[in-house]
């Protein structure tokens, strides 16, 4: 009885309160609402970017990796921890062929929806509907390439 | 300043911005930027079926959740309250080359002549949300990560595979865009 207790005990500790995540609403919400100011949603400016007919999206993604990066250099120079103590890590990625193949279709597919992952929600957010049809489409591609990965080139 | 906030903000105002979402997640939970993993968990939580790749404690990357919610609420926001009363300024070669195709209606952030209830069932409709959707889904995953995840985490951290991810995720667009969407959209 007493082990099962610590045991829930444990699992509670590691497991934060559902509420917990709120926080991360709000950084999804501050996010959201910068998605449509820069118009980075928008159809018709991935369309630019891919001709080349605008700096807007380079100069976004361009200033949005050198502030990344200087804060990262920053937390790993001043070994700068959570807001809860924890000390951060960074997992480093392994290099395997599907960065290739599935960025090539990923790629494909921007081109396409003038949407990745994070646009589709803001899409929906301001009232294009029919968008929830693409991001179910995304949700099965997801799910086809987890039911059939072991076929996969890696 | 309602008014400044109204305008569209420029990109020196909204990629550093984009960027500090960085360090705002690690500082906060030591969460790294990602959005597609989302995708990932929506399978895992309502349809496993079994499927190594969805057997995991979803319920730990619940934050991630929260966080597209968070998108979506912001789109909201920004529609409702903040969206921009001047149509937007679109490269005069664009709105030229579109036309050619009956794309005339700018006044959304998504091409409405395309994409609308009205247009999912007609060929170009159909390949642009369920097929794109689909090459979203799929390729995000197979290349492990997104522009979130591969292009902004990815690269503030110095990881060359996020740059190969990076390099062909816009080769991959400029084919779309320039070679194979004219096509699509003479259906």
Excluded at chain 1, 46 to 54: K, P, S
Excluded at chain 1, 55 to 63: E, N, W
Excluded at chain 2, 7 to 36: E, H, M, R
């Amino acid at each position: 009885m007493k082990d099962q207790l610590e045991i829930i005990m444990n699992e509670s500790q590691r497991q934060p309160k559902w509420y917990h995540n709120l926080k991360y609403l709000m950084v999804g919400l501050f996010f959201g609402v910068l998605f449509v100011k820069a118009e980075v949603i928008s159809w018709f400016r991935i369309q630019e970017m891919f001709r080349l007919q605008t700096f807007h999206m380079y100069g976004i993604i361009g200033s949005a990796v050198v502030v990344g990066m200087i804060s990262v250099w920053l937390i790993k120079r001043f070994r700068i921890t959570t807001i809860s103590g924890e000390q951060i890590t960074f997992t480093d990625k392994k290099f395997n062929k599907g960065q290739i193949y599935g960025g090539l279709m990923f790629g494909l597919g921007w081109g396409l929806t003038g949407a990745c992952p994070g646009p589709l929600f803001a899409q929906i957010g301001i009232g294009a509907t029919v968008v929830i049809v693409t991001l179910i489409s995304a949700i099965a591609g997801t799910w086809v390439y987890g039911r059939f990965k072991d076929h996969l080139p890696h | 300043m309602l008014e400044i906030i109204r305008q569209p903000w420029p990109w020196y105002v909204a990629g550093p911005l984009i960027g500090l979402t960085v360090p705002a997640l690690l500082i906060l939970g030591n969460k790294s930027f990602g959005i597609s993993s989302s995708l990932r968990h929506i399978c895992a939580m309502c349809i496993p079926a079994k499927i190594p790749f969805f057997q995991y404690d979803w319920k730990k990357e619940l934050w991630n959740m929260f966080f597209v919610l968070g998108i979506f609420f912001g789109g909201i926001i920004a529609a409702a309250f903040l969206a921009n009363p001047a149509p937007m300024q679109l490269n005069p070669a664009l709105i030229k080359e579109l036309s050619i195709y009956g794309i005339t209606d700018f006044s959304s952030l998504v091409p409405v002549d395309l994409v609308s209830w009205d247009k999912l069932f007609t060929l170009p409709g159909f390949i642009m949300m369920v097929g794109g959707g689909f090459l979203v889904g799929f390729g995000t995953r197979y290349a492990g990560g997104c522009t979130s995840g591969h292009a902004i985490m990815g690269l503030s951290t110095l990881q060359w595979p996020s740059l190969v991810a990076t390099v062909c995720f816009m080769i991959g667009g400029f084919i779309m865009a320039n070679w194979i969407l004219p096509f699509i959209l003479m259906l």
